[in-house]
């Protein structure tokens, strides 16, 4: 693939090490936009169902960080399958792509209002779930660094709405120290 870093295969492969080393480099490198993204998009959310939990992980936090500098329409073809890894059957796997996913509200308005309808119906979904709670709490912290980024008054409308939604007075205590 032409202009992709040489440490880009090193990211899909065994030896953990140099899997770390590539992590690492391609998360400081698409911290800004860079001409590759085209390049190793799809293949990036094809490594979102990889049977490696690792490659899930890096592929989903590398696609969050190129969807903030993104074409919003490649991004919504494909932000549902990024949100899927939230709910990967490894927890720590779906909490590293949680974790990275307000990133995505980095693009422009459409990719930011998409995200939110996302988050929104990903907190309702964690009720049920075995870490429900900290699943929504990650979303209203994600919410919070999207907001800080942005400041766009629907993020915090949104925080807000969701945090008012819990019925547990602990969690929604939780939640809104977030926002403090």
């Keep these: 693939m032409d202009g992709v870093p040489d440490c880009y295969a090193d990211a899909w492969g065994r030896d953990r090490a140099r899997q770390n080393a590539a992590y690492t480099s391609l998360m400081q490198a698409t911290r800004e936009a860079v001409p590759w993204a085209d390049a190793v998009w799809d ?3 094809g490594h979102l169902g990889d049977a490696d939990n690792h490659n899930r992980a890096i592929a989903a936090q590398v696609l969050c960080n190129l969807a903030a500098h993104h074409r919003s329409e490649r991004v919504l073809k494909d932000l549902d399958t990024l ?3 939230t709910r990967d059957e490894r927890f720590v796997t ?7 996913l307000w990133r995505v509200g980095l693009g422009d308005e459409a990719q930011r209002l998409a995200l939110l309808a996302a988050l929104v119906r990903r907190y309702r979904e964690a009720a049920d779930e075995k870490n429900g709670t900290l699943v ?3 979303i209203v912290e994600g919410l919070r660094q999207l907001h800080d980024a942005v400041a766009d008054p629907r993020v ?3 925080a807000q709405e969701l945090i008012d939604a819990e019925t547990d007075p602990k969690y929604q ?3 809104r120290g977030h926002w403090r």
Excluded: E, I, N, P
Excluded at 94 to 100: D, I, K
């Design 43 to 45: 293949d990036l959310v």
């Design 83 to 85: 949100v899927a890894v």
């Design 136 to 138: 929504r709490s990650d």
């Design 173 to 175: 205590r939780k939640y």
């Design 156 to 158: 915090a409308q949104t």
């Design 94 to 100: 779906a909490r590293h792509a949680l974790r990275s």
